[in-house]
């Protein structure tokens, strides 16, 4: 592993620190399974946290599956932890079960045939959504990959589906580093 490498796993690290102490939303029952559940809500759903993943080797035929590799400081914490989805500022991210979830990341971003095709043929690799409820796809933007990092981007769901073509809505962050750092430093709100 690179001298790289390790500072972004330990930025990882801290991130993942900062959305358990931040207090991620409860989830009900069909949401997250029940070895991440924590304490019971008064209102049926559970407390839960990003947990270390003893185990993520599924992920692998995920990221076969994918027309380009993630980014490094993606993989990261795919392959090292678990979680369900959850909310940090603008992006809301699939979850990493390993169980048969909605947003679970290694089904949902290829389910609607409307967008992945054209995604994927522009060089854009989703792994969540706006946050809010919103459908359009927050993406890495693989054309300005930059070593193994790539910026964060929210295109138009109704442009791809209707005319597919790609608009970029917002950037978010010129690379998922500098999300984690500005999530981190800025307390992004966690939900």
């Known amino acids: 592993m690179t001298a790289n490498n390790k500072a972004v796993d330990a930025l990882v690290d801290e991130f993942v620190q900062y959305a358990n102490r931040a207090g991620l939303e409860p989830k009900f029952p069909n949401e997250i399974p029940s070895d991440l559940r924590g304490s019971e809500t008064d209102y049926g759903a559970f407390e839960w946290q990003i947990c270390p993943a003893t185990n ?42 390993g169980q048969p979830l909605f947003n679970e990341l290694s089904t949902s971003v290829f389910r609607d045939k409307g967008l992945f095709p054209t995604l994927h043929q522009n060089g854009y690799l989703e792994f969540g959504k706006r946050s809010g409820g919103w459908y359009d796809p927050i993406c890495f933007d693989m054309k300005r990959r930059h070593q193994d990092d790539a910026p964060l981007v929210q295109l138009d769901h109704e442009e791809i589906l209707i005319r597919s073509c790609i608009k970029i809505v917002l950037e978010i962050a010129p690379s998922f580093t500098a999300f984690l750092k500005r999530a981190i430093t800025d307390k992004l709100p966690v939900h």
Not at 66 to 90: C, D, K, N, T
């Open 56 to 97: 993520n080797m599924r992920i692998e035929g995920f990221l076969q599956q994918l027309p380009q590799v993630l980014p490094h400081p993606f993989r990261s914490p795919i392959m090292r932890y678990r979680f369900a989805q959850f909310e940090v500022g603008p992006v809301m991210f699939f979850a990493n079960t």
